[in-house]
């Protein structure tokens, strides 16, 4: 429903409330009841202290109910109804007086003003409305196994389709002996699996390159794991039966739009060769921690290729199309490649497998502490082998193991803590360094790549004792 801001001013000697019984009516008449009862949903009230002066937000169908509610203030002064928007839709239109984003590019998209404000209102760090981008903010990451489907980052290059499940289907085609045509039921009568898989954005920490890239600025908290149900990718694939020609498997999304210079319309699209999709254990997911999937991680359905940075992890899945040459879309070839200078030649890398990091997720940055002991956690992952060890250095010294909670786990962030004790006072940098079983660790500092991907640097976070 529309929102409105309303303000009622009269003068000092026409003031209701100096009469009780003239008062009272006015906040009956003001009730959250009787409101209702106009059709008029009250958000807040307040009047000015000292002053003449009432402020309401309501919401309401329309103005000439709004007005008509509010005679009854008419008769001792001036009211005054304003069409108003809650901040977040202003944010997600680009500004104060600009016109709401277009939603419907490629059909029905989810309302930008309503996934901004469930975002904030959950905690996340909103990097941007529209499309939403949103990070997890690290404190939140504490003890969790897994991250709450709602605490979860959000990752969007278009705005977020809203998908009819009774009207999708999964098309699989192209060079396959059995296309076939699967509907969210037939997807859910197959066996499946639950497997427990971290999700990374390759541009986690983009904010700490030196020189400054473009794309958003994530700090480190474009990160999050959770537990994923569906159908392994394989068993759809052997279904279909992929013909000895195919070379790429393509996986398109229902969001798109138009790209930077270009005119036409492009899907989110991404793909994986045959042996990637061997070796990956993929699933294509319909469910999120029990939970059916969330809109904005990709309702109803999406591939999540455990291990590999968030963007082969396709969401709102419509299509896979198997082809027989390397798939040369703008996310596969325009975007997520390291572009590195090494030994003077410039040299470009597909964005693949995470790499191996490690996160102090307490004490947090810039917290004051007792110094009388404290213990230090986070969460390590790596896309190629399970952590090994992860290494903590307190006030620059030495690296010291730390202990890793709970068994080893092939795609999920592992727990690991250290009990430590400093023996001064002040302001001392506290770093983690994770190695996996394959033998990766992480560099001393993040590595600058022309788009800012990938950056694994030693996280440094400082504390002040006393
Ligand atoms: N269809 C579609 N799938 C997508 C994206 C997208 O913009 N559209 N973003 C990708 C990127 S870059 C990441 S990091 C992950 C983020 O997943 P999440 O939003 O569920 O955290 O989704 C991937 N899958
Ligand atoms: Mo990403």
Known sequence: MPLFILHHLHDSERCPATDPYLGSALLNHLSRANARQQGIQIHGEAAVDGEHSLYLIVEALDEPRVRDFMKPFEAFGRVNVYPASSCAKVVASGGCAAAPPCVDLLGPAADPEKVCENAIEAGLVVHRCHPLNAETSIPALIGGAVMPNAHFYVRNHFQIPNLDSSKWRLAVRGLVERPLDLSLRDLQNLPSE????????????????????????????????????????????????????????????????????????????????????????????????????????????????????????????????????????????????????????????????????????????????VNDGFTIRGVAWSGAA?????????????????????????????????????????????????????????????????????????????????
Not at 390 to 417: F, I, M, N, T
Not at 446 to 455: A, D, M, Q, V
């Open 194 to 369: 639950s497997r427990v898989v971290t999700l990374e954005c390759a541009g986690n920490g983009r904010w700490q390159l030196d020189p400054q890239v473009d794309g958003e600025q994530w700090r480190f908290g474009a990160v999050s794991t959770a537990e994923w149900t569906g159908v392994p990718l394989i068993d759809i694939l052997d279904r279909a039966g992929v013909k000895p020609t195919a070379r790429d498997v393509v996986f398109r999304g229902a969001d798109g739009g138009t790209l930077e210079g270009r005119s036409e319309i492009a899907h989110f699209e991404r793909s994986l060769t045959a042996d990637q999709i061997r070796e990956s254990q993929a699933l294509l997911a319909y469910a999120m921690n029990g939970e059916p999937l969330p809109i904005q991680h990709g309702y109803p359905l999406r591939l999540v290729v455990p291990g590999w940075y968030g963007v082969s992890s396709v969401k709102w899945l419509t299509e896979i199309i198997v082809i027989d040459r390397a798939f040369s879309g703008h996310f596969q070839t325009e975007r997520y490649f390291y572009e590195w200078r090494r030994d003077d030649q410039l040299v470009k890398e597909p964005v693949t497998l995470q790499r191996v990091r490690a996160l102090i997720v307490e004490p947090r940055s810039g917290q004051r502490l």
């Open 386 to 466: 399970p952590i090994a060890r992860v290494e903590v250095s307190v006030a620059g010294g030495p690296w010291q193991e730390s202990r890793l909670v709970g068994d080893r786990k092939r795609h999920s962030w592992q727990w690991w803590e250290l009990p430590v004790r400093v023996g001064r006072n002040g302001t001392v940098t506290l770093r983690a360094r994770a190695t996996d079983l394959a033998g990766r660790t992480q560099p001393e500092r993040p590595e600058w790549n022309r788009l800012g991907y990938g950056n694994n640097g030693i996280q440094e976070v400082a504390v002040h004792l006393n």
